[in-house]
């Protein structure tokens, strides 16, 4: 089923499913990752993979990544196809969703940005800065599972 | 000939009912000829983030019906925008805008059909299957022993649940509701359903 699961982000806990977002980017996973000529590079796992992260610093970087989706990559990712348009929209809408939820680790202020995560998220944004706006959010999007793989 | 002035679609509005979500409206008339319609959709991450775009939804481009299946494209608990035109040949009206936002958690949901079966000694249900966004709670207890009432969560409604091994001759009662968790919601509890198990109470 469309199962919430409980997401431990270090201190903070927020039930959340991702089970539409896998069902969409599933539907133009082979599309999206078409598009990506670069195939040597990763956005999200150069140089290190995010499963190198500890525990208190989860929330930061979830919370940073998902503003980086949707601030940054989705509004670059239109395409011709009218299907992976309204998949792109689908899981750009429940990652507003998810965002707001994780909202609440914000407010009982345990979503803090320790020295790791912040270079982290600066190696993130400079491996996306490096390569044309259309190409990063391509490689970007095509990376989603790895973020939700990692989330969970 | 001048292209004909189309007036937008009126009326337009949203029937949504266990997470299935339909936009209609009332026709827009011009004898003697076939009107079509096209949709569009706005999540709030289009409002917001993508400068207030629209997103076509093909299957219902260029429709003749005055209803469109909009669920696949609802697949976010936000605030949705949707809105219909009316089309002519190379006419196009204006653009028919549902009045207010649509959120999903707002969907009617209905109490879960089910089969209550005393199989033997066995209190078997059979529930309806409503999709993958869709569980179920179920309550049984034995006629007579309300306090004692038992819970079974059903994740999934593929096939005949087993609740429990009845008493020869017990009488036993169920009743269930669904369970949303994209949404958070439940359906109100079905009708209540008794059944006998086999066998005679009068053996001791």
Known sequence: TAGNKIFHFGACRVSMSTTEIRAGFTAIKANIQARDPIRTLSILSYPHSLHKVKSPDRCCITHHLFDFYVDKVFKHCKTEDSFVNRKISSIANSFLSMKRKLGQCQEQNQCLCGQESTEKLKQILANYEGLNVTSAAMKSLGELDILLDWME | ?204
């Open chain 2, 1 to 204: 000939g001048e292209d004909a002035f189309l007036p937008a679609p009126q009326n337009i509005s949203i029937l949504s009912t266990n997470m299935k979500h339909f936009l209609t409206w009332t026709p827009v008339i011009v004898q003697g000829e076939t009107v079509r319609y096209s949709v569009e959709f706005q999540g709030e991450y289009e409002r917001v983030y993508a400068n207030e775009s629209w997103i076509p939804i093909s299957e219902c481009s260029l429709l003749t019906a005055t209803v469109c299946d909009i669920t696949g494209d609802i697949s976010a608990t936000v605030a949705y925008n949707l809105r219909v035109r009316a089309e002519l040949g190379a006419s196009r009206s204006q653009w028919g805008t549902l009045k207010g936002f649509f959120n999903r958690i707002t969907t009617s949901l209905t109490p879960p059909v089910m089969k209550v079966v005393a199989d033997g000694y066995h209190l078997l249900v059979e529930l309806e299957d409503m999709g993958p966004a869709f569980q179920f709670r179920v309550l049984y207890w034995k006629k007579g022993q309300e306090r004692r009432m038992q819970q079974k969560v059903v994740k999934e409604a593929s096939s005949v649940v087993h609740l429990d091994t009845m008493e020869a001759g017990g009488d036993y009662c169920v009743k269930a509701q669904t369970y949303v968790e994209a949404i958070n919601r439940s359906s109100s509890f079905s009708q209540t359903q008794c059944v006998r198990a086999q066998g005679d109470t009068s053996l001791w």
